[in-house]
């Protein structure tokens, strides 16, 4: 980055966000650091050899005003990556991406480029959404009065919270409301080991456990998690096992016969369902979420009014002598699919404006 700019110079620049995860890569312009998104295009992940060439190949789809005003102002980037961000070498978890930020700025010629951890991102989003990009679970909305939590199965599982801060004054969904007074609090709590909840759930994670010695949340409640998932369900029930495909090839198979009835494929994702309810409302104690807990990712979406005939809310709950606690937490399914990039913009803005430690 030159010395010679600032950070609120680079917030007015031209900025290229992407969220990025195992599966897809979904870049945006943003006018400056902030303001919403525009020109979205998802890119396959598999096509590319890392996060410069598939910036590239959607710099080039721009359209010619865009372009012009990169090269006249200088370009920054932002990144949110389904991986744990430290230091300049980063390696992405469910893709073969390996890289030098340092070495990405200087390839693409940018003026600044920022990353975060995909849900880090996704967190900064939260005080910015209202109804008509969310679906309550029993018509309660986060008051924005207390930390938030998001998690969210998508390739992967992830975590993040969101903590008031700097005098953020509590409002409710729908309402104004300024990151800045607000931090996000990244994490990888998707590789928190799995618990169970009863012994049905004991026997399914003893089976997972001859496939992975540590089968953490994500091992199970993911996309690449839900065909072992299946196959667990399967052994448990004495039903037959359908063979274990490759990363999540069977997954939208398994989301498919689920939601039409098949009896493996329905049973599976009852108990994934319910394994999400008990996870969020562990991550809810932990981060002390009283604001209200979002569920994000691609897979709970696609699940419907499944998901809100579940178990979840119930072993959401099911804490013994918490579950009072967690009975007032309101719980919301993020249903705009461009929350995530949305984040990123508001995550530039946001973290620059933060008063340095």
Known sequence: MPASLSPALHQAQPWVVADIGGTHARFAWVDQAGQAVQQVHTLPTTEFSGPSQAMQHYVAQLPAEHRHRAQAQGLCAAWALATAVDGDWLEM????????????????GLQALRVFNDFEALAWSLP????AQLRSWDGRWPSHQGPLAVIGPGTGLGVAGMVPAGGAEGRAVGGASSSTGWVALPGEGGHMTLAAHDDFEAAILARARQHWPHVSAERLLSGIGLPLLQACVCEVNGWPVPPL????????EILAAGLAGEAAAQRTLQVFCAMLGGFAGNVALTLGARGGVYIGGGL???LGDFFFASDFRQRFEHKGRFAPYLQDIPTVV????????????????????????
């Open 245 to 252: 495909q490759s990363e999540q090839a069977s997954t939208p």
């Open 334 to 357: 993020i249903t705009d699919t461009l929350a995530a990039l949305c984040g990123v913009s508001a995550a530039v803005a946001g973290s620059e404006a933060l008063p340095s430690a």
């Open 128 to 131: 910015h959404l209202g109804p």
């Open 300 to 302: 709970v979406p696609r």
């Open 93 to 108: 978890t469910n893709v073969r991406w390996r890289f030098s930020r340092q070495a990405e700025q200087q390839r693409l």
